[in-house]
């Protein structure tokens, strides 16, 4: 089967409302907490190498960036952090940011919060998650670096996780193990993300 997400391309960073593109068509937003793997899953599904950048620095994306899978379909990255030494009035613009483009963004179809299977479901993957179940819009929750655990210790971290996200929100919230190294899970989570875009 071809990969829809292998012609994904950068199409823009939006640090402000200003600078997003137009509200039109569709979008999946991908969350993650620094280091949790973001950058390796987005490039594990779209098959490059480089598309977002995995960088040694926690917390190096800054702006929304947008990349663009098919006309009026994007993959959008949200800024990651969680340690990143951000300023206290730069934290509080992406606050502010980062609600606004989740109560109003009418294209956004989904969320998938990353998140490293060795420390899931932090305070800032609730909140994330919490943002798309109060929007009504669908959310993924998807445990990276799977291949750090056997998998007896990764079954039952995913059965945990699985048990507390449907003890807090019902059914909003499906989650999947991954591994950008051994590839496991990728093609759910391409499933998952073209189903939701439409592709």
């Known amino acids: 089967m071809s990969n829809p997400f292998a012609r994904a391309r950068y ?33 594990a599904l779209t098959q490059q ?38 300023p206290q009035d730069l934290q509080a613009h992406w606050q502010q940011f980062l609600d606004g483009y989740f109560s109003t963004r009418e294209a956004l179809q989904g969320l998938v919060v990353i998140m490293d299977i060795r420390h899931p479901l932090k305070d800032y993957d609730r909140q994330m998650l919490g943002y798309a179940v109060n929007r009504g819009i669908p959310a993924h929750a998807v445990l990276t670096k799977a291949d750090k655990l056997g998998r007896g210790a990764g079954g039952n971290t995913l059965q945990a996780v699985r048990m507390e996200l449907s003890r807090i929100w019902g059914d909003s919230v499906s989650v999947q193990t991954f591994s950008a190294e051994s590839k496991q899970g990728v093609d759910e989570l391409r499933a998952v993300a073209a189903r939701w875009l439409g592709l």
């Open 11 to 43: 199409a823009l960073s939006a640090h402000n409302f200003r600078q997003l593109p137009p509200d039109a068509g569709a979008e999946v937003a991908f969350a993650g907490r620094s280091n949790a793997g973001k950058s390796s899953a987005l490039n």
């Open 49 to 86: 190498n480089a598309l977002a950048r995995v960088s040694k620095t926690p917390g190096r994306t800054q702006q929304l960036v947008f990349f663009e899978v098919a006309p009026l379909k994007h993959l959008v990255d949200l800024p990651g952090y969680g340690y990143a030494k951000v």
